[in-house]
């Protein structure tokens, strides 16, 4: 399961794009890593939009109920104004690993 999340910025409690990503940079340990392999995630990266306009994340979970086992864990909210979009279909110009 893929999972795009778009979060427009600023957000309405005034976050940059940039706040957002430096938050993960800061938060992101080796025991979180961790717990997210444990609950199924293969893939995680974040990004800022240059112009500053939004922060992305793209996810990639064995299931919906490991991904929502380590949210509550880590007691991860959304950003505010944030949106999840849950991506089907997989195609591209070179294999996946």
Known sequence: MWVLFHV???TPDGQTARDL?????????PEMQA?????????????HASDESAFYALAMWETRQGAQAF??????????????I???????????P
């Open 71 to 84: 949210f509550r864990e880590w007691e991860i909210e959304d950003e505010p104004g944030e949106v999840a």
């Open 8 to 10: 427009p910025c600023p």
């Open 35 to 47: 717990s997210a392999v444990s609950h199924g995630c293969r893939f995680h990266r974040a990004w």
């Open 21 to 29: 990503y430096e938050k993960r940079v800061t938060a992101i340990t």
């Open 86 to 96: 849950f991506l089907e279909g997989d195609v591209g110009l070179v294999p996946s």
